[in-house]
């Protein structure tokens, strides 16, 4: 199975932009790669998500390795509501790419924003 | 609306007593997950079912059990087994990879 992985831990200031890495050395080719985030005792809330071309949407961009191996989650300007624990997730298929598998979580990167 | 519902969100029980979560989706979603969150800690999965009839174990299987009747409904039971099931329980449900997931609010379990 594909492997995520992430930083425990990273911290911005308000205002700043924001690389959250996430390695997924392992990732196949129908492996769909998802952006997560969490608040305490609350259910995950969409980010982003792509295949292999860079994705944009209103709260964050989605950078994509050439080699798929790896991906960057940009925030572009952080606020404090943007504290939370980020999450990786990969969406995985089955052999032949046409139905759904394991949805394979990271650890989750906490993120901290300072006023 | 559209959504996944997860009830209760706080659920007690007395130590070796068996429990049932529930977890419904009105999203005509044919995958379903269930998740165990620990403090700290990421999201590990415990079972997954990709269609009405079926399902397959995830990572940490032992101790729970699941069903799934119907395509709406995917329900996990925390057995007497489970040795350590105080934890949030999270559940959800996707129509395809290419898809984001949706995820339930959670239920908090805690045996006492």
């Known amino acids: 199975d594909a492997k995520t992985t992430q930083p425990n831990s990273m911290e911005s200031n308000e205002e700043e932009p924001v690389h959250l890495p996430c390695n997924h050395s392992t990732i196949s080719g129908t492996d769909y790669i998802h952006w997560y985030r969490q608040l305490p005792s609350q259910g995950p809330e969409y980010v982003i998500h792509g295949l292999t071309s860079n994705v944009n949407n209103r709260m964050a961009s989605l950078a994509i390795a050439e080699d798929r191996k790896s991906s960057t989650l940009i925030l572009h300007r952080a606020t404090l509501r943007d504290a939370a624990v980020y999450y990786c997730?990969?969406?995985?298929?089955?052999?032949?790419?046409?139905?759904?598998?394991?949805?394979?979580f990271g650890q989750g990167t906490i993120l901290t924003v300072h006023p | 609306d559209g959504g996944i519902t997860q009830s209760p969100k706080y659920l007690f029980r007395k130590e070796g007593q068996n429990v049932t979560l529930s977890c419904e989706q009105n999203?005509?979603?044919?995958?379903m997950y269930w998740y165990r969150q620990d403090p700290g800690q990421g999201l590990r999965l415990i079972y997954y079912?990709?269609?009405?009839?079926?399902?397959q174990k995830g990572d940490i299987a032992e101790g729970y059990s699941v069903s799934r009747e119907k395509k709406e409904s995917f329900p996990l039971t925390v057995t007497s087994a489970q040795k350590n099931p105080t934890a949030f329980y999270l559940c959800?449900?996707?129509?395809?990879?290419?898809?984001?997931?949706?995820f339930g609010q959670g239920t908090r379990l805690t045996v006492v």
């Open positions: 959800a449900s996707t129509l395809s990879p290419a898809l984001e997931p949706f």
């Open positions: 999203l005509n979603h044919d995958a």
């Open positions: 079912s990709q269609i009405v009839n079926d399902f």
């Open positions: 997730i990969l969406s995985s298929t089955n052999a032949g790419g046409t139905s759904y598998g394991k949805l394979t």
